[in-house]
């Protein structure tokens, strides 16, 4: 017995000691940040600024030579740089933990049409991994669920509180819809060539999604039958609640994606991934449809591909006068998500402005995601969450961060990886 309650004992302690960091208190005071660079999202620039906010809200952002009072705490932020907070759509931060541990593992839901699934009621803040995150200024974040032909609702967040109702910036914002793949590789681990091959069963899959929208509408006319929670939940699509973010990539399945919205009168279509983007970028500014662009540290997926499309991909379409962002799905991407400021940077290195590349990753996305009433840029009204940091916060060289506020809100940017960091950092030093 003896034995047993130290090892429980053991156990709480390591449990303790390496906790969530606590959500950060409600602002109580003003606060004001003079004489740093000023990174505002929608393209400027303000050198030498002022930043006050109050109640979790900015109250003012100007240039600090303005003669107006200082407000509460005055940080003093010159040869630094203002950010708005990251934001990260298309993530499943907070729904797996260790993807070896199946009860740590909680983004997908057995069966094909999950329209009425909500990733928000799954979403642990108490997540290791969503810790690790502030840090590099990803502050917010889409939580969105994967599996099946439709996954699920999305919902997005903030990323610093106790539980997911403290949490939630937009309840229920999207629909998330696995396109059917019209071209698939050959499976190597079964000897098959490792070569792009037609879905022969492709009509039939987008005919059969077009039958479950068609019943969703019948049922939704007059509700008559059983309560049918997947029917319900795709209303939104049409009643303009919901956007309805369709997972594609190629040429073909985007064109036909943006048809069956079209035929379907939903009202708000995003394409997540996009890949062959650029050959349809005039349908999609014709028709107003955003981008959010996959991972741009990635691989051309076809062999006749230039070998820097991944790369270039979002000049191409900021170019072509698509609305994008960037996203980080793909393999690790929950752990991965704290490097999209860098995919960001990568674009400046292929025809973008950091303000363009900026955009990308704050206002641009906060469009998309329908909050850019309230976050994605530094103006007055919107939430006070930003950070300060020592240098260009795309260049992973210089992107350190002095201090971060959530909807005004002083959070911790410490994490069980920075606190290995100094324990490490201290016995070298020591040896």
Do not use: C
């Given at each position: 017995?003896?034995?047993l309650?130290i090892?429980?004992l053991a ?8 906790a ?7 602002q109580y005071?003003a ?6 660079t000023a990174h505002?999202g929608?393209g400027?620039?303000?050198?030498n600024?002022l930043?006050?906010?109050e109640?979790?809200?900015l109250?003012?952002?100007?240039s ?5 009072a200082?407000k509460g ?5 010159s ?11 298309n993530?499943?931060?907070?729904l797996?933990?260790v993807?070896?541990v199946?009860a740590?593992?909680?983004?997908d ?7 009425h699934?909500?990733?928000?009621i799954?979403y642990?803040?108490?997540s290791?991994?969503v810790?690790s ?9 889409q ?6 032909r439709?996954?699920g609702t ?15 910036i937009?309840?229920d914002d999207a629909i998330?819809l696995?396109w ?6 050959g499976r190597?681990?079964?000897g ?7 879905n022969k ?7 059969e999604l077009?039958?479950?929208f068609?019943?969703s509408?019948a049922y939704n006319a007059?509700k008559?039958s059983?309560k049918d929670?997947?029917f319900?939940?795709?209303?939104g699509?049409?009643?303009g ?9 190629y040429?073909?399945?985007i064109?036909?994606?943006?048809n069956f919205a ?6 708000y279509?995003v394409?997540?991934g996009?890949?062959?983007a650029?050959n349809?970028?005039d349908l999609?500014?014709?028709h107003?449809?955003p981008?959010?662009?996959?991972r741009v540290?990635s691989?051309p997926?076809g ?7 991944p790369?270039?991909?979002?000049t ?6 698509v609305?994008?962002g960037?996203?980080?799905a ?6 991965n998500?704290r490097n999209?400021?860098?995919?960001a940077?990568t ?7 950091k303000a363009q ?5 704050t206002?641009n ?10 976050v994605g ?9 930003l950070?300060?940091s020592?240098?260009d916060?795309?260049d992973?060289?210089t992107n350190?961060?002095?201090k ?6 002083d959070?911790s940017?410490?994490t069980?990886q920075?606190?290995?960091y100094?324990r490490?950092?201290?016995?070298y030093k020591?040896?």
């Open positions: 017995m003896r034995k309650n090892l429980i156990l709480l302690i390591s449990v303790i000691s390496f969530q960091q606590t959500p950060g208190d409600k005071q606060i004001t940040i003079e004489g740093a505002i929608n400027q620039v303000i050198e600024s930043i006050i906010f109640n979790g809200k109250t003012f952002v100007g600090a030579n303005t003669k107006i200082r705490n005055v940080i003093t932020a040869g630094k740089h203002v950010y708005p907070g990251f934001i990260a759509p993530s499943t931060l907070g797996v933990e993807d070896a199946r740590s593992d909680d983004e839901e057995v069966g094909a049409m999950n329209p699934i909500r990733s928000l799954a642990n803040t108490e290791k991994i810790e995150m502030r840090p590099n200024g990803v502050l917010m974040a939580i969105t669920p994967r599996g099946g439709i996954s999305s919902s997005v967040v903030q990323l610093d509180a106790w539980n997911w109702e403290d949490a939630v937009k309840e998330h696995n059917p793949r019209n071209y698939s590789r190597w681990w079964l098959e060539p490792n070569v792009l091959k037609e069963n492709y009509s039939k899959e987008v005919e077009s039958n479950y068609a019943q509408k007059n008559t059983p929670l997947p319900e939940a795709l209303h699509l049409i009643d609640s919901k956007k309805l973010f369709v997972h594609v990539d040429e073909k399945g064109t036909d994606a943006v079209k035929t379907q009168n939903v009202k279509l394409i997540v996009g890949y062959e650029n349809v970028s999609l500014k014709q107003n449809i981008v959010l662009l996959q540290h691989r997926k062999d006749d591909h230039d070998y820097d499309l790369y270039k991909l979002a191409q379409l900021v170019n072509s006068g609305l994008v960037l996203e980080n793909g393999d690790m991407e929950r752990m998500t999209l400021p860098f995919l940077g674009t400046v290195a292929h025809g973008l402005t590349a900026l955009s990308l990753i206002l996305t906060a469009k998309i995601l329908g909050v850019d009433d309230s840029s530094l103006e007055v009204g919107k939430d006070a969450t950070f300060i020592e240098g916060a795309l992973m060289r350190k961060l002095d971060a506020f959530i909807q005004g809100r959070v940017l410490e069980h920075t606190e290995l100094k490490y950092s201290n016995k020591k040896n």
